[in-house]
């Protein structure tokens, strides 16, 4: 019985000793002062801002945990690479949807699942379509922090004008709109001649170009709706902005040269700031298809590197920025939509005349292609050009030309 006792007491003695260093580490991350580097690309100072009074919230609740922001300026990829080099990078840092798989195949970034379950972020409280850049093999690597989708932007004056009383909802609308609104002096349509605006076509036909895993280059239905856009520029009901002599799509709808557009709620401070009054121009969801509606979503994640000397301080990081207390921000300034689905209804509530950027994200599209998005864009961009300026019209193959040359 004394030595049942003698093993009792000394048991006891043990588990209080672990729980007494268990709370001594976390009076360390209550009392100690660390710092905290937060890798962004140059931005606007709006955007800027809005990092700004998100850190400072954070550190109401932190006090102890100082963030500085690391500006990086120029090519950020390769940049960001040299510090990876040098085991350099900082903690928490902006991720593209595109070259997300590459950096997480090189196993520079941390998988976040176990810090997920450790501290209760669930990836259902995510656009789900927002996440798919940042999970591989299962396993996620980044939460996103914001995002946009493309939508139909539209002159409301020229429409009246035209007779037309609503944006168009099908391809014949959008084809028979574009016709009726192209003069001597205006074109009915201006995009730019690339996959990230054209892909939705695809999409609405019942195609595809990406399968999750790895691309499709020459699926039948994609083809035919890839077409249907393609064909409107031979038409000339649509053109570039370069073709009306504008820097982009924003200045060629600002300067009344083109009555739509199809862009991304970027355009919309764009917009502000060139002073066009919001009650003339309309914004709606992209024109459904055969099969239905589809946009593109481009979006940013935070990441955290392997290499961080303060896992879980860089996790609670993320999670606020992406939380709701972070997320209210973004909701704030506008700027794009937050990725957090609760705080997407206060976005729609905050700002109704912009429900379609916030629809989209149900059926959208991310920008991304797997390991070699860069030259599946390429190999796309360029059979476009084959086929519009080049007037090669046999669209399978220029793609197949192009996949010899491009995906080596």
């Not at 001594?24 to 962004?40: E, R, Y």
């Not at 940049?79 to 080099?85: E, G, R, S």
């Not at 379509?129 to 004056?157: A, H, M, R, W």
């Not at 083809?223 to 820097?247: H, Y």
Request: glycine content about 8%; proline content about 5%; overall charge positive.
């Amino acid at each position: 019985m004394k030595k049942f006792l003698t093993i009792l007491l000394t048991l006891i003695f043990l588990l209080s000793l672990v729980a007494g260093i268990g709370a001594a580490q976390k009076d360390v991350f209550a009392t100690s002062k660390i710092t905290l580097k937060l890798g962004a690309w140059a931005s606007s100072p709006a955007e800027k801002k809005i990092v700004q009074n998100q850190i400072a919230a954070f550190k109401k609740l932190y006090p102890n945990v100082d963030v500085k922001i690391t500006e990086i300026v120029g090519d950020y990829n390769q940049k960001m690479q040299l510090l990876m080099a040098s085991k350099t990078e900082p903690d928490i840092f902006y991720m593209d949807s595109m070259p997300a798989w590459q950096y997480i195949a090189k196993n520079v970034l941390e998988p976040l699942d176990s810090w997920m379950k450790k501290y209760n972020v669930k990836t259902i409280g995510y656009e789900s379509s927002l996440l798919q850049p940042f999970i591989y093999k299962g396993k996620v690597y980044g939460l996103p922090k914001d995002y946009n989708t493309l939508v139909l932007f539209y002159n409301k004056e020229m429409f009246k004008q035209a007779g037309l009383t609503q944006a168009p909802k099908t391809w014949q609308e959008l084809k028979e709109y574009a016709k009726k609104l192209t003069t001597d002096k205006v074109v009915g349509l201006t995009m730019n001649l690339e996959l990230a605006r054209i892909q939705p076509f695809a999409y609405q036909n019942g195609g595809k170009v990406f399968d999750g895993s790895k691309p499709v280059f020459t699926d039948p239905k994609a083809l035919e709706g890839l077409k249907f856009a393609l064909d409107l520029f031979k038409e000339g009901i649509c053109k570039t902005p370069k073709d009306l002599g504008a820097g982009w799509v924003g200045d060629a709808f600002a300067d009344k040269k083109a009555a739509m557009t199809i862009e991304g709620g970027w355009m919309i401070p764009f917009l502000n700031d060139r002073k066009i009054p919001k009650d003339q121009y309309g914004i709606a969801e992209l024109p459904a298809g055969p099969a239905g509606k589809s946009t593109m979503a481009f979006t940013v994640a935070y990441v955290m590197s392997k290499n961080s000397k303060h896992k879980p301080e860089a996790f609670k990081l993320i999670r606020f920025l992406t939380g709701e207390g972070g997320q209210k921000y973004v909701v704030e300034a506008g700027l794009a939509l937050p990725s957090l689905k609760s705080a997407g209804v206060n976005f729609a509530k905050t700002y109704p005349e912009r429900k379609a950027l916030v629809d989209g994200a149900k059926y959208a599209q991310v920008y991304f292609y797997g390991l070699d998005g860069t030259k599946v864009v390429d190999v796309f961009n360029k059979a476009f050009e084959d086929y519009v300026i080049g007037k090669k019209y046999d669209l399978k193959k220029n793609i197949e030309e192009r996949v010899k040359q491009i995906m080596k």
